[in-house]
């Protein structure tokens, strides 16, 4: 048995630990280190509650038996799943914290005498604030993520569902919940918690659904944020240091993805949670498409030009993700190497549907991470760059984000493509990206179109190289 | 004069969100994804909230709504620790520097 004391020091040895499992993250080399670290801040966690509570009859064997079988749960999801399906991965784990932490302010609501909060019917009105806001949070977390893990999966469409009154609806629902909460404080009846709940899970849904497929990034972010503060609300029920400070870091690492997200869409958070792209400006969009003559190649002009080349720069997105050809790509980088050829990588803030989506499938493909870069680092070197291989990105290449202030991407930073000598862009069609507009690109004197799979393009033009 | 406790974990609270703003924007970009795997991970350190409630009570009552509640949380959870950090391990040791001697 240790004392209260005691206890609340290990739980700060542990918040610690996980500061420094984030700090680990500033370069590749201690981020192995800084995980480890938050392994040992967990176990030291999980260990002192557990020495705390001393109990060590058949409710601990239980304990046992379910950490073990969760945890063989995890490990095998952790092992088993492709490197593309991390976005889905990410959602669902979310979805999992958050629905966590309404149970535990569920079992903390039922059982208040057990951490202290008072008796049922009578619980501290500071503590029933903070596990409703725990319990509301988590529940939007939980309902948020089952949709975002839908649409990325691919069960769900992507495509933003939007209905009139939506929003007005969602801010009806976030009023009565902040009513709802008043009246539980007042009146600490349980049927109010219960709504509560209720009603956060519904709007979680409400939330998630207008939101778009390659919204994603901040949608993920903002539910890691969720996460973040669904954990501290419920710290400071327990008043438990180590769930604070977890919170606390979780939850601003969350927000400042979503702010590193939105910029690099140039859009502001209102502007994305508040509903898609796509569906809103189509309209404007289809109506100036002509047919314009685009060049269009095969393998064996874009490997003739690559071959040529002195440098090359590599701009991979979301269709090299769907392709799966992180793989192929790298043997055709290889393949270049030999021949002389300088090779780099250029990184899209949002390119992919999670942030560091795209770093994550090259690191797979064991491409080095030095030569992979982010778009302030590379884009003044596509001015001297022979060639530049799009491959699976659209709209974070048009030019029309810095000439065209009609277009609904304008103002977003580009890689800028446009510079190099030539482009050899490899997409299915010509049909427009995300955001629904044409690209100029397709139609310049040194754009060279590869109709393709971007995997058997790929495959194609090392048989050719 | 005493100072409610509670300003003590709001001040915990504050100052973490600070330290956590700096953190992670010296986070390079590269590493966004583990990052959200591992503050993934380390989120679920509300599995010691989940054990409180599970392991109260005596043992005839183990089985409680609440202790019930407390369960489900603790598998939850579980799955999220050892999947949060054994696939931000995973992905970590795919971060290779290029090769010298080449």
């Known amino acids: 048995m240790i004392s209260a004391n005691v206890l609340a020091l290990f739980y700060l040895i542990s918040g610690v630990l996980f500061i420094l499992a984030l700090r680990g993250l500033s370069s590749p080399e201690s981020s192995r280190q800084g995980n ?19 109990n060590f009859s058949t409710g601990f064997l239980y304990l046992l038996i379910l950490i073990l079988i969760g945890g063989s749960i995890g490990t095998f999801i952790a092992f088993k799943i492709p490197m593309t399906a991390m976005p889905e991965l990410v959602a669902g784990f979310h979805s999992l914290v958050g629905l966590a932490a309404v149970f535990v302010a569920i079992s903390a609501f039922l059982n208040p005498e057990v951490f202290n909060l008072g008796s049922p019917g009578d619980i501290k009105i500071a503590s029933l604030i903070e596990m409703s806001l725990g319990a509301a949070i988590g529940a939007i977390t939980f309902t948020g993520s089952i949709i975002a893990f839908l649409k990325l999966r691919g069960i769900m469409s992507g495509s933003p569902i939007t209905f009139f009154g939506q929003h007005y609806l969602n801010l009806a629902l976030g009023l009565i919940l902040l009513g709802l909460i008043f009246y539980l404080c007042k009146t600490q009846v349980d049927n109010w918690f219960w709504m509560i709940i209720i009603i956060s899970f519904v709007l979680g849904i409400l939330l998630i659904i207008p939101i778009g497929g390659a919204d994603m990034p901040v949608v993920i972010s903002m539910l890691n944020s969720y996460s973040g503060w669904a954990a501290a609300g419920i710290g400071f029920t327990l008043e438990n240091t180590a769930l604070i400070i977890t919170g606390a870091l979780v939850g601003s690492s969350g927000a400042i993805l ?62 090299m993700a769907v392709a799966q050809a992180q793989h192929a790509l790298r043997e055709m980088v290889d ?131 | 004069m005493e100072i409610d406790p509670f300003i003590f974990r709001l001040s915990i609270f504050i100052l973490s969100i600070f330290i956590g703003y700096y953190v992670v924007w010296s986070v390079t970009p590269s590493l966004h994804t583990p990052l959200m795997s591992v503050t993934n991970a380390i989120s679920s350190v509300i ?19 609440a202790n019930i509640f407390g369960f ?6 579980a799955i999220n620790i050892f999947g949060g950090f054994l696939v931000t391990q995973r992905m970590l040791a795919m971060y290779k520097k290029k090769k010298k001697d080449k």
Not at chain 1, 36 to 54: C, D, E, K, P, R
Not at chain 1, 380 to 404: M, R, S, W
Request: with cysteine.
């Open chain 1, 36 to 54: 480890l670290f938050g392994i040992v801040g967990m176990a030291i966690a999980i260990g002192v509650t557990i020495l705390s509570v001393g």
């Open chain 1, 258 to 319: 979503s702010y590193i997200m939105c910029k690099g869409m140039n859009r502001s958070f209102f502007n994305v949670i508040l509903g898609g792209w796509g569906a809103t400006e189509q309209s404007s969009s289809n109506n100036s498409k002509e047919q314009k003559p685009v060049k269009n190649g095969n393998a064996d002009d874009a490997a003739f030009l690559m071959k040529n080349a002195s440098s090359v720069i590599i701009v991979p997105g979301y269709g």
């Open chain 1, 335 to 465: 393949a270049l190497k030999k021949n002389g050829v300088k090779v780099t990588y250029a990184i899209h803030p949002v390119a992919g549907r999670m942030p560091g989506h795209m770093n994550v499938l090259l690191a797979e493909a064991n491409v080095p991470y030095d030569e992979v870069f982010e778009l302030e680092e590379i884009n003044n070197d596509f001015a001297n760059c022979d060639v530049a291989y799009v491959i699976g990105a659209n709209d974070v290449t048009n030019p029309v984000a810095k000439t065209d202030p009609q277009s609904p991407i304008y103002g977003m930073p580009i890689l800028d493509v446009e510079k190099s000598k030539s482009v050899l862009f490899v997409k299915r069609s010509l049909s427009p990206g995300y955001a629904g507009i044409d690209n100029d690109l397709f139609y310049r004197d040194n754009t060279l179109m590869l109709f393709a799979d971007a995997k058997k393009m790929t495959e194609d033009i090392i048989k050719n190289l």
């Open chain 2, 47 to 65: 599995i010691v909230g989940a054990i409180i409630a599970a392991l109260a009570g005596d043992n005839v009552n183990i089985f409680d709504t």
């Open chain 2, 72 to 77: 489900l949380a603790i598998i939850l959870a």
